[in-house]
């Protein structure tokens, strides 16, 4: 029942390191996508990629570039983090984008840039 | 004006209360619809989706209403449980796929 798996929980980094944020689904889904959530603020969509091989822009892809491994993993990658990108991350799959497909989101990575 | 919009409240309401939300979206050519619910500090879980006529879960009726853009979620009998953030969420494929989510609006529901 693992559904979508998030790496690493927590963790706190220096402006200018750079970090990848692990996403692995189960679900044989096609299609996967990183949010970031700040307080007061909906869920943003950094990336997402609709199937295997593809990858998106979703509305604030600055500062990040993802990786779609294989059809179970996604993962998001930080260059250079700056303070702004302290959040919450979230990574979700979906059978596929658009339609009626609901996302499964993973229980999320908590990231503070000092 | 943001693409979704959603009271947020909080509301406050006593257990066995009737409260309904509401959530404006600005793209008409928006096609799926959905309500999440989000405890503090968890991700979100998908509550329902909401279906051009309208559909009920339980406790949960959720409507669209296309020609003034908005979507409702209606919670009866409130529970302790019930106790949450609920985040409206909005599919766009037109002009390429975009998922937009509200940012939520805050239930408290007390004994």
């Known amino acids: 029942n693992a559904g979508v798996t998030q790496t690493p929980k927590f963790q706190v980094l220096k402006t200018g390191q750079s970090m990848t944020l692990q996403c692995a689904q189960d679900m044989n889904h096609n299609s996967m996508y990183w949010y970031r959530q700040d307080p007061g603020m909906g869920l943003r969509l950094i990336y997402y990629?609709?199937?295997?091989?593809?990858?998106d822009k979703g509305e604030v892809p600055n500062g990040y570039n993802v990786s779609r491994l294989n059809k179970r993993e996604f993962s998001l990658r930080l260059e250079s983090a700056a303070p702004s990108q302290t959040s919450v991350y979230f990574c979700?799959?979906?059978?596929?984008?658009?339609?009626?497909?609901?996302?499964?989101f993973g229980d999320g990575t908590r990231l503070s840039i000092l | 004006r943001k693409e979704v919009e959603q009271d947020p409240g909080p509301f406050n309401v006593p257990e066995g209360a009737t409260v309904a939300f509401n959530c404006t979206y600005s793209?008409?050519?928006?096609?799926?619809f959905f309500w999440y619910r989000q405890d503090c500090r968890k991700e979100p879980k998908l509550l329902m989706s909401?279906?051009?006529s309208g559909n009920e879960d339980g406790r949960f009726t959720a409507q669209l209403n296309r020609a003034s853009q908005y979507i409702s979620l209606l919670i009866r009998d409130s529970k302790l449980s019930d106790s949450a953030t609920y985040l409206c969420?909005?599919?766009?494929?037109?002009?390429?796929?975009?998922?937009?989510f509200g940012a939520g609006t805050r239930l408290f529901v007390k004994a």
């Open positions: 793209n008409s050519a928006s096609q799926s």
């Open positions: 979700a799959s979906s059978d596929r984008t658009g339609g009626n497909q609901p996302q499964h």
């Open positions: 990629s609709a199937s295997e091989g593809t990858t």
């Open positions: 909401v279906y051009s």
């Open positions: 969420v909005v599919n766009t494929a037109a002009g390429g796929f975009k998922t937009i």
